[in-house]
């Protein structure tokens, strides 16, 4: 078959809803785009850990610590789900490791701002979580399989993820007028961070147009920033809480609650390194690797034993 045989196969395969297993022919774009996409995702789960991380010695009781405990421990599972993910398109763990070690991959920007109070631990769950499953929602009907399938079982542990944040926040909205102030704070804070996670508006977000022909994508970075406005405004505010945009209303035609313009410089300088804590993250995350070593080379010296019993 021709190339452009084999594309318009591929496409129609798309067009009929079906996934796209490792061993099938697909373009050496969409190979690459999902490398992009899925490993960036992969180290943006273990970055992830990082802001809630520096909070587990600090919980207020067991019960939190428990809980806090076991998301973290689930963002280290997310991680490797996706970097397994991305194996399957040939991508290895060692270059994926690298490029974020060395400062060349992205990961999302949100986890290069400070977790300052116990507070940012319920709005991080609510907020962060919360964006992270309406993208991923859409990420499980994705046409790659292994994604679409990560997808699945990670957004169900997201959604625990939210339910905690939100009842957190739900408590301290309710809660001493300290606790209030902690948490007002906490979301006037995390707020914007977690709307620039969708990423740049349509029209300035050059991956969009291939992503969503080839049902990589199937919403665009402004309709699920649409959404997570509609879902959280409302509820911010029955709590008593305010968010930090005074343009923020509803438009009566559309119900759709419209927010007031998003600083695309500040996301960009954050994407670049030069946020809050990209120096504080990035060091974090290279002393975890460095303290690791041991743990890669007796894993290597058991699979060579290993190899050695069943080669003799
Ligand atoms: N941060 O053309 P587009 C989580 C980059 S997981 C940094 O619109 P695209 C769980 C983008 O890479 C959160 N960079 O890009 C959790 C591109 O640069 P490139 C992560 C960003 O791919 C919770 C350039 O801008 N989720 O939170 C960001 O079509 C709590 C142009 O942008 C995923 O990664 C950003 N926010 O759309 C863990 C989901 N946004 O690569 C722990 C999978 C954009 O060309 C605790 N990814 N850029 O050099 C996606 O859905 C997409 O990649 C988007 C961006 C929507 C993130």
Known sequence: MTENGRLAEFEARIRRGEKIEPGDWMPEDYRRQLIRMISQHAHSEIMGMLPEGTWIARAPNLRRKMVLLAKVQDEAGHGQYLYHAAETLGATREEMIEALLSGKAKYSQVFN????????????????????ILNQTMLARCSYGPYSRAMVRISAEESFHMKQGKEQVILLSQGTAAQVA??????NRWWWPSMMMFGPHDQESPNSPVLIKWAIKTRTNDELRQDFVNQIAPEVMELGLTLPDPDLHIEKATGNWIHGPIDWDEFWRVVRGDGPCNAER????RKAHDDGLWVRQALEAYARREAGVAAA
Do not use: E, K
């Open 113 to 132: 701002y400070p977790s300052l109070s116990w507070a940012d631990m319920g709005v991080i769950g609510w907020f962060v979580d919360g964006a992270a």
């Open 282 to 285: 990035m060091a974090a995350r």
């Open 182 to 187: 902690m948490v007002q704070d906490a979301v």
